[in-house]
């Protein structure tokens, strides 16, 4: 069974909008590694530690060496309101990802957005092999989600959860999946990545 397919589209917040964080109009990529996680939400309690060394040996893996990451987790009622004001779209999703590091504008008060995994990428541009970028974005993940697609696909939260981390880091990472091509490059990284995740780390204590 294939996974379900959201219709996406970049959207930028208007310059009043302030998102979760603040990292694209406050805090511009540092020299270090910065990976904060943020739980917002009641539907399952997070190892937030775990998650923070998943992200940080994703990072690693994928030869990251500057990264100002947020990754905010969120009910239904929260990113179903992110969804609809920064992308226009109703209803919930399961993961959003802000990327503050685009066209080479470090700090934009104007963030491009995108929702859904295994969908649409941020940026047109093609990763860079070999290349070690600098990461500025925040991800928000919905737990909610997380549970419902790991019933409907047989995986747990904990995975779902990963693999929307994963994802997100991706399009951050110039990833696009907007054509069949693409999408199955973005794919078959975004599986690789998560079985080595799930290789290294207990998911099930997340």
Not at 10 to 15: A, K, V
Not at 34 to 45: D, E, F, L
Not at 140 to 163: D, M, P, Y
Request: with cysteine.
């Amino acid at each position: 069974m294939g996974r379900r397919d959201h219709n996406s589209r970049s959207e930028s917040p208007d310059l009043g909008d302030k998102f979760v964080a603040g990292l694209g109009s406050q805090t511009p990529p540092s020299d270090k590694m910065n990976v904060t996680i943020a739980s917002r939400q009641r539907v399952r309690k997070i190892n937030r530690r775990l998650l923070k060394q998943i992200t940080t040996a994703l990072l690693a893996d994928l030869k990251i060496e500057k990264a100002e990451l947020g990754i905010h987790l969120v009910a239904i009622q929260e990113i179903t309101r992110l969804n609809e004001k920064f992308l226009h779209h109703k209803g919930s999703t399961d993961v959003i990802t802000f990327d503050y590091h685009t066209e080479g504008r470090v700090g934009s008060p104007l963030p491009a957005a995108r929702s859904g995994a295994l969908r649409t990428g941020l940026r047109k541009a093609s990763p860079r092999r070999g290349a070690r970028p600098t990461l500025h974005g925040e991800i928000v993940i919905c737990v909610n989600e997380a549970v419902l697609q790991a019933r409907k696909f047989g995986t747990s939260w904990q995975s779902e959860t990963a693999r929307y981390v994963v994802h997100g880091v991706l399009h951050l990472l110039g990833h696009d999946d907007l054509r069949a091509t693409a999408r199955c490059k973005m794919k078959r990284e975004e599986n690789r990545l998560l079985r080595e995740i799930t290789r290294r780390f207990p998911l099930s204590k997340l």
